[in-house]
């Protein structure tokens, strides 16, 4: 299996829910910490977990799923802190590659400047910002306890909003699994808008 293959698979919501918890659990993880797995799938993933678990076909228990990936988000933005304070430079300096793109990192400095550090709560539902602000945290050397508290808070409000609202819509609606792909092009094309505008909000500011 090539790089192109492994990405693919990993980048479909749907396999990575049959794969089981661990395998959502794992993914949640690095996408909330690890700059280069900024193209994992995040708010899709969680809502869509949340209506496998509620119609069924995910069979964990709400408040399992909710906590494994609450914990899973606060690590992994810890983890991207963590990298940040103390391997930052090596970072802003990289040039671009596969893995790194230096425009997703000049969002969220951009981002951070108009929200200060309310950004850490929002970016949890903005996709390549929520992975690259707490390293960009780490980098500014913010204030561990004050980091410490609007990560968590910041997890728990997108995890159990996303996941919640997901198994919510699973028990009521339980047809909607047959049309998940709607679902995942729903949240496709927000980030796509999201993406394009942070972009040509660099470079207007250029």
């Known amino acids: 299996m090539d790089i192109n293959q492994i990405i693919k698979y990993l980048s479909d919501s749907k396999e990575i829910i049959n794969a089981g918890l661990f395998a959502i659990t794992f993914v949640v993880y690095a996408e909330n910490g690890l700059f280069f797995a900024f193209f994992l799938p995040g708010d899709y993933l969680l809502f869509l977990t949340g209506i496998f678990v509620g119609s069924k076909l995910l069979l964990y228990p709400i408040t399992t799923v909710i906590l494994y990936l609450f914990l899973a988000a606060v690590i992994g933005s810890l983890t991207g802190f963590l990298f940040g304070r103390y391997f930052g430079t090596t970072l802003e300096n990289r040039p671009d590659t596969w893995y790194f793109k230096r425009k997703h990192l000049d969002a969220t400095k951009d981002f951070f400047e108009k929200y200060g550090s309310q950004a850490l709560i929002i ?37 159990v909003s996303l996941v919640g609202g997901g198994y919510w819509f699973g ?15 729903f949240f496709l094309v927000i980030t796509t ?14």
């Open 171 to 185: 028990i009521k609606f339980p047809w909607i699994i047959n049309y998940v792909h709607y679902v995942i092009l």
């Open 123 to 159: 970016s949890r539902f903005l996709p390549y910002i929520r992975t690259f602000a707490p390293i960009l945290a780490g980098i500014s050397k913010m204030n561990y306890p004050k980091y410490l508290f609007l990560n968590i808070v910041g997890g728990a409000v997108w995890v």
């Open 193 to 206: 808008f999201t993406v394009v505008k942070g972009y040509f909000n660099i470079r207007n500011k250029s």
